[in-house]
């Protein structure tokens, strides 16, 4: 259980406790048990809303659940991503990038340069050529001199100061960055803000003081879209002076706001042939957020482009995950979009197959 303030390490204050089939994760396999409630905590000194009672990376990331390599957002993000680690990193000779074993950067770096390259997951499978899996946890991990690589990774991470702690050990002198944007899913009120797997909130500020206190500092970033944030953060000798925080008053009712949206959530009668569009935590907390209001009756599957989640089961549920071509002629469609920063591609997608009726959380 996280007690403390992942950012400074003072006692965090209870501020929601949400039931836990509402933040269930759908990569969850039925036979662990999860917490009854979830408690949620806010720091007063940084203003951070984090998740208190944590699951272990090791049931959460237990097989690989997401396929990002083919939806027009992040291959976008993957593009740009791989161009900024390649302006930002001079000496290529050893690259360690932790969490990517899609091998989605890993193929572009080794299709171009000569270099040793390695993936640290807890997934395990085969190894590409050129490039090493190893399985191990980045909390605990023995670096060397890598140059590493997190691409929405860091967020997912449960104790960041071990991993800053365990890096400035090593002869690491770069570590770079890709991560939500989330000081823009906040002032969209994206109700998937955080949750099972991204556990904290944080902005840049957040982030330079937690590097800095392990002697990184920031020399270079950039926003991609309003989706993520790009940093580079390298060892320097100077002390690093720490920034303040910005309040953003909206953040503490984060969870009120978001209950008082699911319980506006209203059908009607002629809503009869009904989908949830996506099928990862975003049309998984849609769908638990219908059932718990008696609801989810009129729901007959999960659409999504991701073909690693299509032609199966979600999880703890009797509904099946389909392409998006499934409703191509089905008539008088209801799409119940919840896609956060993903929802106009979406609805751009589904409106080449279906004249049909959206509804957009």
Known sequence: MRLNCIFCDIPLKHNFTIQSHDSFSPTIFPEYTLPKDFSIGYCDACYSLQFMDLVSPEILYKDSHNDTSS????????????????????????????GGAQFILAKKFTEVYPINYAVLDFIEKDSEPKIRLINGDCEKFKFNNETIIMSHVFEHLHHQSKFLENVSLSKVNKIILSVPNLKHLLHTDNINLIHIEHTFYFTPIHLFNLFGKYSFHCTSQ???????????????EEI????????????????????????????????????????????????????????HHKIKGFLDNDTSKQNKFMKSTSLCIYPFEKIKTEKDVTILIYGGPYTEEIKRQISTLNSCQFIIF
């Not at 950039?222 to 320097?236: A, G, I, L, P, V």
């Open 71 to 98: 939806t027009p957002t992040w291959k976008k993000h993957h593009d740009s991503f791989y161009e900024f680690c390649d302006q930002n990193i001079v000496d290529k000779t050893n690259i360690l990038e932790i």
């Open 222 to 236: 950039k926003e991609f879209m309003n989706h993520s944030n790009f940093f580079c953060f390298e060892r320097k």
């Open 240 to 295: 690093y002076k720490q920034l303040t925080y910005e309040k953003d008053g909206s953040l503490s009712t984060f969870f009120e706001r978001r209950e008082k949206k699911f319980d506006s959530i209203l059908f009607k009668e002629t809503n009869t042939n009904v989908w949830i569009v996506p099928a990862g935590h975003y049309g998984y907390t849609l769908y638990q957020s219908l059932q718990k209001r008696n609801l």
